[in-house]
């Protein structure tokens, strides 16, 4: 009997050191749970407020980047408008035949001059009318004859040709087509409005439009040309 009470005694006393560790063991993890829960806590909050910082930031720079674009938009259209008035002097010409040899500044000149004379009788034209002339882009194997660009002396006599709508379409009859020189942007501009079935051009830099029921022919010739 003595031997059975030595045993049970002995085996309690086991299993109360064991949940006696056992709850050492518990409370230690609880302590250490709570430590961590903490920190948690902490880099949650520092982790809200960065990203409350980072929104704030995100929300200057994109009030930075629209002024920019506002900036750039409007240093564009600055640009176009002077790259649109150092043209204004300039005319395209197009169906001028090329010959087989190098055409130089002088033969594209006098080519032009010539046409001017045959067509556009309303006054003489001499070299010092045209400042330069010369074709547009390398020289291809082709049947189509490349433009002629032109930059007369006086702006009044490029309009003097481009809004003579009789010697226009005696050249036109001819084969011939006479054009402003656009700038790539306004090039662009007219592009998408003959795609949205509008009729567009440029006058004195400004876009003009109308609808294809109105009359096609305007009589001035900035028209955009394919």
């Given at each position: ?218 009589g001035h010739q900035n028209?955009?040309?394919?």
């Amino acid at each position: 009997l003595d031997d059975a009470r030595n045993t049970t005694h002995t085996s309690l006393s086991s299993i109360t050191s064991k949940i006696d560790q056992m709850a050492t063991t518990m409370n230690d993890n609880y302590r250490t749970l709570r430590q961590d829960l903490g920190h948690l806590k902490r880099d949650v909050t520092a982790a809200q407020q960065q990203i409350g910082a980072n929104k704030c930031e995100i929300d200057r720079l994109i009030q930075v980047n629209e002024r920019t674009n506002q900036l750039v938009f409007s240093l564009q259209e600055e640009v176009d408008k002077l790259a649109s008035h150092s043209r204004r002097n300039n005319l395209k010409f197009f169906g001028v035949a090329e010959s087989g040899e190098q055409e130089s500044y002088d033969k594209c000149r006098d080519t032009i001059l010539n046409i001017l004379n045959e067509f556009v009788v309303d006054k003489a034209w001499y070299p010092n009318d045209i400042d330069r002339a010369h074709r547009l882009g390398r020289k291809k194997n082709s049947s189509h004859p490349r433009p002629i660009i032109v930059r007369f002396h006086r702006w009044a006599d490029a309009m003097k040709v481009l809004n003579n709508k009789e010697a226009r379409d005696y050249m036109r009859a001819a084969g011939l087509r006479v054009a402003s020189d656009l700038t790539p942007s306004q090039t662009e501009k007219l592009r998408e409005m003959k795609k949205q079935g509008q009729i567009a051009f440029y006058r004195s830099g400004k876009l003009h439009t109308k609808s294809r029921n109105a009359e096609q022919n305007n009589g001035h010739q900035n028209c955009f040309k394919d």
